[in-house]
């Protein structure tokens, strides 16, 4: 005999867009509606059951294709091509049968869009498994271009000049597709000895946004004339990267248990393989100025623009690991890791393209080794009291020989190894006060050394480098039952990152300890996740259960960063705000209903020396209802929706050392919108 049953659960869209989905399940021949798909063993009078179950529905998105780019990078529904409408199809099929103790699985989503599903597998529950699985996803960048290159998603786009100036040339969305196909097999060996192992492609072909640009005259290029009244001595040049490249993956492991102690030992190896190795552009003579004027290029600078660029090198990633927990007694465990990594990359530098390679060098021969260890220590030394430790230990070691790889003028350096070291650590209390009051402290603690700056290696971009940062955290939370109906807590978090003094980069001999920060000018570039910070939050967080109908929850957080650095440009602070309130409500037994809505804003605040002092703030509003009802007992449906609003300022103004090229430049920017107050600009996109 075989038997028939459903199952469809509904569930509510984590993207906030307009959504209505019904949903449909369809079935054959019915029986008894009660099984356990898990049960390794046939039980007297056990039957063979099959459960089958379609999903059919429709989505869409208001507004128009502008404001969905946004929102349509990754929607999971068809919509990466800025369609205003798609279909849903899924299915889910499954047989088990008691007599040959086996358990065949069949499933399938996102049928109908642009991030579609597949997933098989089969099993005799306790003994052994089988799995295959095939899935796709696209990404669709949210601008759209103009442009007038010919051979775009090319390894050799060629920039064409626009005689209609700015909007002629033709509108395209780059865009990236991968797909993946995994297969997997599991084998208990033994009650406690387990075998898995998980092997994964996936292809990656498309385009992504992309650049070069050079500016002269320049120490690395000293043929290459500068910018003057009748030639352009600089450009920056969009070039989409093509790409056309494949990641295989294998994850292997072994699992033992007895007793109080239970091992993994694993093994992960992934395999990078680019079929572009280069882009190759072709750029002509001229090119226009940032006023839209056709100038020739200076000499020197044509030839640059058109030297080959390097793409992501082929290279492979291969780890073992040993990971477990031990019962150190009743109420406490200890968990632990230990891994050891090599990554390589050789790939030949004249197979792929390029010249001009250091005399005896044939590749980067990247080699790093990494190596970890951690250990967990839970205790519950007394029923109200719960105790929790970890320390983490990381290190990578760069081997990767050095080689004069950097010409400027007669200044040669070379590339830089990047060692680094962390040390983690963390403690935590949690304590039940009474049975309405719940209390947790904590502290963490994370140590970056990032090693002896190459000596001959040249930093570029930025006036100082640190080797060593240290960050101290505390937090603590309470939580307390209101009442029978309401349960609230507040976490509040602080944290503060310092660490040694400032290295000042010297080209090709290292770099030297600065002890007075004051030697450093005014316009001096630092980076940010150098800086000393100083980081604070807080959350409210209530749940409200007035029956056993209606369920609410509601949110509010906020936190700020403030760096400090002997600089006036940079990163100055962010801020970040978020509310939101969530809630279901049961109509009936066999009808729910769910909605939600929150608003977040988040504010940066940085300059950029001889530049624009630039405020970036970006609010973000969402809302959204659903329903679910299963009207009949084979039939479920469903539907939601949300709306979003998405908008970002940039209130822009000129620095007090802004020269006449970024006035000019800033103007000529925002004139084109007929949008240019006298005392900066402003700018809005809204989603």
Not at 12 to 37: E, P
Not at 75 to 83: K, S
Not at 145 to 162: D, K, R
Request: charged share 15%.
């Amino acid at each position: 005999m075989t038997r028939f049953q459903s199952s469809l659960p509904f569930r509510r869209s984590v993207i906030a867009m307009a959504v209505f989905a019904a949903m449909a399940s369809a079935y054959a021949q019915s029986g008894d509606d009660k099984s356990k798909t898990d049960e390794p063993k046939a039980e007297a009078g056990e039957v063979k059951t099959t459960n089958a179950s379609i999903t059919l529905g429709v989505g869409g998105v208001s507004g128009g294709a502008g404001n969905r780019t946004i929102y349509n990078q990754y929607n999971a529904l068809g919509l990466n091509n800025n369609n205003a409408a798609a279909g849903i199809l899924g299915f889910d099929y499954s047989v088990r049968d008691p007599e040959a103790m086996t358990l065949f699985k069949f499933n399938g989503s996102n049928l109908l869009d642009d991030s579609r599903e597949l997933g098989l597998s089969w099993s005799e529950p306790g003994e052994w498994r089988l799995k295959a699985s095939y899935g796709e996803l696209v990404h669709t960048s949210p601008y759209t271009i103009n442009t007038g290159i010919n051979g775009l998603g090319s390894t050799a786009p060629q920039v064409v000049y626009l005689p209609g100036g700015v909007g002629s040339g033709y509108d395209t969305q780059l865009q990236t597709k991968r797909s993946n196909v995994t297969l997997g097999f599991n084998k208990w060996i033994t009650d406690s000895l387990q075998f898995e192992v998980d092997v994964k492609t996936e292809k990656q072909e498309g385009t992504r946004p992309f650049g070069i640009g050079w500016n002269c005259p320049s120490p690395t290029a000293p043929g290459c004339q500068g910018t003057t009244g009748i030639a352009a001595g600089w450009s920056t040049l969009m070039l989409p990267m093509a790409i056309n490249a494949n990641t295989s993956q294998i994850d292997a492991r072994v699992n033992y248990a007895i007793d109080k102690l239970r091992l993994s030992v694993a093994y992960y190896g992934s395999f990078y393989k680019n079929n572009n190795a280069t882009l190759n552009p072709v750029v002509p003579g001229s090119l226009n100025n940032p006023l839209g004027q056709l100038l020739p290029l200076s000499v020197g600078l044509q030839s640059i623009l058109n030297l080959p660029v390097a793409q992501e090198p082929d290279n492979r990633f291969n780890q073992v690991s040993l990971t477990g927990t031990y019962d150190l007694a009743q109420s406490t465990r200890a968990s632990f890791k230990l891994s050891y990594a090599n990554t390589s990359q050789d790939q030949n530098f004249a197979a792929s393209g390029l010249t001009g390679a250091p005399t005896g060098v044939s590749s980067l021969g990247g080699n790093v080794n990494s190596t970890l260890a951690w250990l967990g220590i839970t205790s519950r030394p007394m029923p109200k009291l719960t105790l929790q430790a970890d320390v983490r230990y990381a290190n990578r070691d760069d081997k990767t020989p050095i080689a004069p790889y950097v010409l400027a003028g007669t200044a040669v350096s070379t590339n830089q190894q990047l060692p680094d070291q962390t040390v983690s650590g963390k403690l935590q209390a949690i304590y039940q006060f009474a049975n309405q009051i719940r209390g947790t402290v904590g502290a963490d603690y994370v140590g970056i050394d990032r090693g002896v700056y190459t000596p001959t290696a040249r930093a570029g971009g930025v006036s100082a480098l640190r080797q060593n940062t240290d960050e101290t955290g505390l937090w603590a939370e309470l939580r307390r039952v209101m009442s029978e109906t309401f349960t609230g807590s507040v976490r509040i978090s602080g944290s503060q990152r310092n660490g040694s003094n400032w290295l000042r980069p010297n080209p090709a001999t290292g770099v030297s300890e600065v002890t007075d920060t004051s030697s450093f000018p005014s316009t001096a570039i630092f980076s940010p996740t150098l800086a000393d910070r100083r980081q604070e939050k807080i959350k409210f967080f209530g749940n409200w259960q007035p029956d056993e109908k209606l369920a609410l929850q509601f949110s509010a957080e906020g936190g700020t960063n403030k760096y400090t650095m002997p600089t006036v440009y940079a990163l100055q602070n962010t801020r970040l705000s978020l509310y939101s309130i969530d809630g279901t409500y049961a109509l009936s037994d066999t009808w729910n209903l769910t909605a939600y809505a929150s608003w977040g804003q988040q504010t940066q605040n940085q300059a950029r020396p001889a530049g624009s002092v630039m405020a970036f703030e970006t609010t973000n509003t969402a809302a959204g209802v659903g329903v679910t009802g299963k009207p009949t007992g084979k039939l479920e449906l469903g539907g939601t929706l949300s709306y979003v609003n998405e908008k970002s300022v940039y209130a822009q103004s000129l620095d007090t050392f802004a020269g006449a090229d970024s006035a000019a430049l800033l103007g000529h920017r925002w004139a084109a919108v007929d949008h240019f107050p006298p005392d900066g600009v402003e700018a809005v996109r809204q989603v």
